[in-house]
């Protein structure tokens, strides 16, 4: 049968991408508020957003969503544009979901040390892993591999910031303040994040201060990580040549899409003390979370301990990024953590930290 010689326009498709992903976006109910108790904190009230049960698994499924919708709106991507990403697990899982949804290639560059099980997630989506031995070559492979294909580098660390409407249109902000509005104490004192990009960061900070909400952002910065230092200098050449086995937070240099003026408070938490605070919480809620999990809980607790020793009441709100159920290879895994040098600390932090919580 001869061909027609039509050809869709772009934004044929691009309206029907953007259906498909209102489409998944409308069959997702919001994460969930868990409310926790610690006896040892009287008339504080902890909550943790569990982001881990989006379809992709995490945090980063806002983000992929919202990375994907610039993209399309922008006329970045189109029919068939392969679609790459510099990220070290639960990004490029979130956006495989999201390019298998649209039936686009995608291909993630990470380091080869990025956890097995995220590496199978991103696979199983139908993505390609792209492995560098050094981190610090990522973007730049990544930026490379999309104009020889003449595909899409999505850059989330530079685009997170600006991809997500902070004003509402159900970004997480508005989420948790509408969860915690019949509350004890509706309006938290404090909201704790990580930073991978910053994009989350920055969008509850911009929220609360369009809202006119007395509730501060205290961003939880792993070890081996800029941003700390970054927030106390606005040095934006810092580099840090560390480690960081925090996967997901953390960066070794500044990003564009970190916003230093939107955060109140940053707190640095060593890596022994993440894993401890991760099993702690695991304990606590009966459940597996990520290491950025224990991160942004190693910091609730410092700021928990800081109000009742003032004599304060009110609420915390944190994130459960992911489920620990990626990492069983890795932070949950003795052997790994003894190749880390990381072992007899976590044990000792594991102890403190219990007591501290009556687990």
Known sequence: MPSSGFTPAPSTWSARAVALIDADNHRSADTHLIALTLPRFPGIDLYFKDESTHPSGSLKH????????????????????????????????????????????????????????????????????????????????????????????MDQFTYAERATDWRGNNNIAESIFSQMSREPHPEPQWIVVGAGTGGTSATIGRYIRFRGLPARVCVADPAGSVFYDYWHTADAGIRSEKAIHVEGIGREQVEPSFVRTVVDRMI???????????EILSGLLHRRVGGSTGTNFAAVLDLAREMSDQGQKGAIVSLICDSGERYRQTYYNARWLEEQGLSAEVDRQRGMLGRLTGL
Not at 102 to 108: D, K, R
Not at 268 to 278: H, L
Request: charged content about 15%.
């Open 62 to 153: 806002r983000l992929a969503r919202s990375l994907f919708l610039y993209g399309i709106c922008n006329g970045w991507i189109r029919e068939g544009t392969c679609v790459v990403e510099a990220s070290s697990g639960s990004t490029a899982v979130s956006e495989a979901y999201f390019a298998k949804l649209l039936g686009l290639p995608f291909v993630a560059v990470m380091p080869r040390t990025t956890s097995v099980d995220k590496i199978r997630a991103i696979e199983f989506y139908g993505g390609r892993c792209h492995f560098v031995s050094q981190l610090a070559a990522v973007p730049a492979t990544a930026a490379q591999i999309a104009a020889d294909s003449g595909g899409h580098f």
């Open 268 to 278: 640095r938490v060593e890596d022994a003390r993440s894993f401890a605070a991760m």
